[in-house]
């Protein structure tokens, strides 16, 4: 543990590579906080009657509310920890802070939209407000902390957005909300722009390459882990029939194929990317959205999971099928995307499987769940088998980012 000023941004040749076990420790929260995340949708997909229409939509827009506060929280958190060094002492105290907060809105996710609503807001003002507030303090080099106090005002101004709405009904709520997060965002994307404080370039931003390369794999393996968990949990917890034990096993096998369609090289070498990239920043920011939409379609991925072992033979319906098969289909287009930042291409089975998950569709709703399922596992597979062929008897691809 180090307490003197944390003067310097983190080169990349300098300070540990790898995630420290407090950070470690903090992705752990977000495994239970995704449960939370899914068991929301499964209530209002099933349990709630089996929303369909706009209610399904509405329901889903919520619950994608939530999930991309939490994500806020996790990505300032690995950005921070990226910059400077994580073993110093008001760096850990930044990382317990987030890691206390995103337990706390997990623990209030169910009731976000009701009278959990304040906890949930406060959670995250709390570590979105403490992080900035902090670095002001800790760091010395006015160039340094004029960034960190733009955020701190910034993230100030939509608190008051997110602790207001936490007041009022719910629609005032995801209306003040989505607002905040919009705003966050978009400063974000431009540097945080202030009157009379100016702005950043992201190009400029020094962060170490390897370090956040690696928080963003660990991430996505933490959504890949929940949906072995919920997959688990769901078949325990219901008695078994030959439909449930199948859908067990396609749900365990698709979990198989993202993992390795993830990791077939551009997974594997993400952190020499970044690390060759002229601007590593700017395709550290890019690689932040694109995983953002790889776990959402994780996320999505294992609530089918849980909707298809639970009624493995029941009727289908959009919404169902909006899970169990639009979510490996976002996931490829990610994954796509990915593969782009990393290579400089996109391969056509990426386009061929999102199409061949999506097309079907119109098919599908007078089918079984089950069904839709094993087409969603096979077409991963024919995915999976595409890049291992493309990559058979070759050397090792290397990095060639176009950033």
């Known amino acids: 543990m180090r307490t003197a000023e944390p003067t310097a941004l983190r080169s990349s040749g300098g300070g540990p590579d790898r995630a420290t076990f407090l950070e470690l420790f903090f992705d752990l929260v977000y495994v ?5 995340i899914s068991a929301r949708a499964f209530e209002d997909l099933v349990l709630e009657g089996g929303q369909t229409g706009w209610s399904a939509v509405t329901g889903g827009g919520k619950t994608l509310l939530l999930l991309l506060a939490l994500w806020a929280v996790w990505q300032g958190t690995a950005w921070t920890t990226s910059r400077y060094d994580p073993h110093h002492l ?45 670095l002001v303090l800790v760091l010395h080099k006015q160039q340094y902390r004029r960034l960190k106090l733009r955020m701190l005002i910034t993230f100030c101004a939509t608190g008051v957005l997110w602790l ?12 003040l909300w989505s607002a905040a997060l919009l705003l966050e965002y978009l400063a974000a994307r431009f540097g945080w722009p202030l009157p009379g404080l100016g702005r950043s370039t992201v190009s400029r931003w020094d962060i170490h390459g390897e370090h956040l390369a690696e928080r963003y794999q660990q991430i996505f393996l933490v959504a890949l882990g929940e949906t072995i968990l919920l997959a688990g949990l769901s078949f325990t917890r219901s ?66 999971y849980e909707l298809v072992i639970e009624h493995p033979a029941g009727h289908n319906e959009l919404p169902w099928l909006a899970v169990v098969l639009g979510g ?23 386009l061929v499987g999102i199409a061949a998950l ?3 569709v119109p098919l599908l709703v007078r089918l079984a769940p089950l069904v839709a399922a094993i087409l969603a596992a096979v077409v991963l597979a024919a995915v999976a088998v595409a890049d291992a062929r493309r990559a058979w008897g070759r050397p090792p691809e290397e990095a060639a980012t176009p950033f």
């Open 32 to 36: 239970f906080a995704l449960t939370r």
């Open 90 to 134: 008001w760096l850990q105290v930044i990382v317990i802070t987030a890691l206390i907060s995103a337990m706390v809105m997990g623990v209030a996710i169910p009731r976000a939209f009701s009278h959990g609503g304040l906890v949930f807001a406060a959670a995250y003002v709390v570590a979105q407000v403490s992080r900035p507030a902090i």
């Open 164 to 175: 207001t709405g936490a007041l009022l009904p719910v629609n005032a709520r995801v209306v």
């Open 239 to 304: 008695p078994t029939s030959p439909g449930m034990v199948t859908a067990f096993a396609v749900a365990l096998a698709t979990s198989v194929l993202l993992w390795r369609i993830y990791v077939q090289r551009a997974g594997q070498i993400l952190g020499e990317a970044v690390t060759r990239a002229a601007h590593p920043a700017t395709i550290g920011r890019s690689a932040a959205d694109t995983h953002l939409v790889m776990v959402i379609g994780v996320v999505a991925t294992a609530i089918g």
């Open 328 to 350: 490996p289909a976002l996931f490829l287009a990610g994954r796509a995307r990915f593969e782009y930042e990393v290579f400089g291409r996109v391969s056509p089975s990426r």
């Open 358 to 360: 999506l097309l079907p």
